[in-house]
């Protein structure tokens, strides 16, 4: 479209709607009982409760290409539910978040789900009420991580929860200060009644498990201090709020998030035992680390006591990835969740993120050409037969994609709202709002990870260009919808785009 020069775009008034516009869910299961807990497995009612899946970090919160004025830090809920049909199709019948954000100067003025001493943001747990609310429509349950034990930019954790009421680095682990406003914290979580729902947290058998944090275990490395100094603390911390959360939520499942393993185990009030597996952040004299070893002799410490959960793995060869499932499988580890999935932006594009200079940029559903080199088509395809096959069921037919895509016309071109399940996608134009329509443009794909690296670099926000239409003439007005297509078929058109070049 760079020949057209200046541009007066004019959408179509059917655009007004798009917000509405929803990723549809095969129907959601009639009795959905709360996940239970016999020694080593996991129960739905009286069936075990095995899978494989993906983490969803982002779920309940954009981290990154984020707008200046933060319109898009929660995710609305075409968001969510593009993140909920990518894993429905892939067999997720589990997912975890990552942490709820605390509140810090240093987070830039983004919003947080805790804002001050016992103080939340509502219009984020709107947005966590809203995915919960839809993990019913899917089938699909979700691991809420409390609070993070790193200081990432815009995502803070355990120091800046301390530092909100006035404590120094470390105080969260033992000054009973800190402890009492962090069972304020759980209180007001569990006792949350869903806005959307209606169903009080602890009541909702969407939450799969309470885990207390994310990497505990990483809190010592991480700032530089000795790990044997903080792992009897941190210990003792979830130990006694495991104690409290079991009090005010008795039906849901606890899982640890990190201190001393066995006394975790031993704890009558944790319920899972957790550890993340990672390829390329755990190499061996410069060689892969073969996963499925170390994921067996964790759960050598737990069978007939505890279940054993993987919630993070990864960043692997397929191979490597490959035997963990068959080790998850064959061990009767209770699941694994590939890190991590990213879903479509609202306003057109994906979502992207690296992982600290690995060849991986997050997975993409259904997996597209632009991560060929860490293999996305063949981790998604062997994840999904592998999340089917742990939960005693066919691989099911592909669907076409849903709902069809939005375009939308940016100065020199277009990006659009995609479309769940999408490999490529088709462009029309015509002179007229009703047609003639001829296919300008097709194939197209909305993965584009070569622009990721500067895109989140600069920290922008504006949406990458799919496409230009090189051949329209100049001096007319234009006409555009787009349609997305796969295997299974196509979505339907998109609403009509009006251009009006000047």
Sequence with gaps: MNSLGKLTLILSSTLIGIAAMECHATEGPKEWPIITRQDDMLYEGDTPFRFFGLAAPNIHQNESQVHPDFSNRFPDDYEIRDVLASLQFIGSRATRSFSLSIASPENDGLPTYVTGPCEYNEEAFQTLDRVLALCHEYDVRVIIPFIASQSFKGW????????????????FWTDEAVKEQFRHYLNYIVNRRNTVSGILYKDDPAILAWQFGNEFDSYAPDRGLRSS??????????????????????????????????????DPNIDVISIHLYEYWNRLGGQPTELGPIAKKAVQSTKGRKPLMIDEFGLATLENNAELMRTI???????????????????????????????INSYHIPGFAAGHSYGEQEVLDLLRREAFAISGKPVPALSAPHPAPILIPLKDGFTWRGSALASHYSVM????????WT??????????????????AKGESTPIILWSDQSAQAGQTWFYKIRAHNAAGDSGDSPVVKVDAE
């Design 439 to 456: 296919v300008v443009a097709t194939g197209l794909h909305d993965s584009v990870i070569a622009d990721v690296a500067p895109y989140e």
């Design 229 to 266: 100094d903080w792992e009897g603390p941190i210990t003792e911390w979830s130990k006694q709020m495991a104690a409290y959360l079991k009090q005010i939520d008795p039906k849901h499942l606890i899982m640890e998030a990190g201190g001393n393993k066995e006394a975790l185990i031993a």
């Design 429 to 436: 134009r015509s002179s007229s709002e009703n047609g003639p």
């Design 329 to 359: 499988r064959d061990e009767g580890i209770v699941g694994g969740l590939l890190w991590s999935i990213r879903g479509h932006r609202r306003d057109g594009g994906w979502y992207y993120h690296n992982e600290g200079g690995t060849p």
């Design 156 to 171: 803070k954790g355990v120091d800046e929860f301390a530092a909100l009421h006035g404590k120094e680095r470390g105080a």
